[in-house]
């Protein structure tokens, strides 16, 4: 496994904070993985890792919530493989799945940055073998329950429906707004796996009613960046109105680092637009806040 050095990796951190981090309990890996094959309008998700580590560079390390200089709190890498994601999508999840069955082995939590969504079903393949009764906490504009889409099976618009392939898994959706009539139908089927939080129905009382479903459970966070309301996240190849703002979001992600045991996490379809630096920005303090919250929330987060 190549790492890139730390000035040129997630957040641009100096390189000898991270030369010892064998030494550390907690590592984080980044994961660049811009998977681009099944998008169905806008495109672009093959650009949105490069575009995301760009702009980590002008994240603050320190945050102002936690009350601490968060990296400080944990070993963080980024991954240097050279070679380039297959145009094949089954070849590709394999690659991926190899990817983060070699962080695990080191120790590693794996933070992927996408790419399109169909890149989950591989990515949480070695969690589901070692946790088959895994939890995905899926935010999302769409429910991603086709069974394939535009003759592709493993589509973006399939993600989550790829995911319920292994029988123990089950999915915790926030920020939903669009399904269609045969997601519909097989969500009515899946009513005890499946439990979706309607971005219409407000957020009021929602991360006590998320923690019931997931507190003590081995957890998989898969966050598709048009969860936002596209005011706030143009830059996405489905845009939705009606959606998530981020003071929404984080008391959900908080909990989650806290009560449940999460193992892992994605972050996916940044479709970058050239010039918009606020989404990018806004993509890569996400994905640092999730390492934050997951390594340095001073009211103790899981080990």
């Known amino acids: 496994m190549e790492f890139l ?3 040129q990796g997630f957040l641009a951190l100096a390189d000898e904070t991270q030369t010892h981090w064998r030494e550390q309990e907690r590592r984080a890996l980044v994961i660049p993985f811009g998977l681009e094959a099944s998008v169905s309008y806008g495109q672009g998700t093959a650009h949105g890792p490069q575009a995301i580590l760009e702009a980590s560079r002008e994240v603050e390390t320190f945050d102002c919530q936690l009350w601490t200089e968060a990296c400080d709190h944990f070993a963080l890498l980024t991954w240097a493989g050279k070679e ?3 145009a094949d999508v089954s070849q590709a999840l394999l690659v991926l ?8 082995g080191l120790g590693f939590f794996p933070l992927i940055l996408g790419g399109e969504h169909g890149l989950t079903a591989g990515a949480i393949r070695p969690f589901v073998q070692r946790h088959p009764d895994l939890v995905i906490l899926h935010f999302d504009a769409h429910a991603d329950l086709r069974d394939g889409y535009q003759g592709q099976h493993y589509s973006h618009a399939s993600a989550m429906r790829r995911c319920l392939d292994h029988p123990g898994v089950t999915l915790v959706s926030v920020g939903i707004r669009n399904i269609s009539r045969s997601e519909a139908a097989f969500l009515e ?5 499946i439990h979706i939080f309607w971005a219409h129905e407000g957020c009021a009382g929602i991360v006590e009613r998320i923690r019931t479903l997931i507190e003590g459970r081995w ?3 898969s966050f598709d ?7 706030l996240m143009p830059a996405t190849g489905t845009p939705e109105p009606g959606g998530l703002f981020w003071d929404d979001v984080m008391p959900i992600l908080r909990m989650a680092m806290k009560h449940a045991q999460v193992l892992g996490a994605d972050i996916v379809e940044l479709a970058p637009v050239p010039g918009l630096h606020a989404c990018d920005f806004l993509v890569a303090r996400l994905a ?5 919250y997951r390594f340095a929330d001073p009211q103790g987060a899981l080990p």
């Open 84 to 86: 380039s994601v297959p």
């Open 97 to 104: 799945q190899n990817r983060v069955e070699q962080a695990l």
């Open 189 to 193: 089927q899946q009513r005890e796996r």
């Open 219 to 221: 957890v998989y966070l």
């Open 225 to 231: 960046v048009d969860a936002f309301d596209s005011s």
């Open 288 to 292: 640092y806040k999730i390492l934050s």
């Open 5 to 7: 050095p730390p000035s």
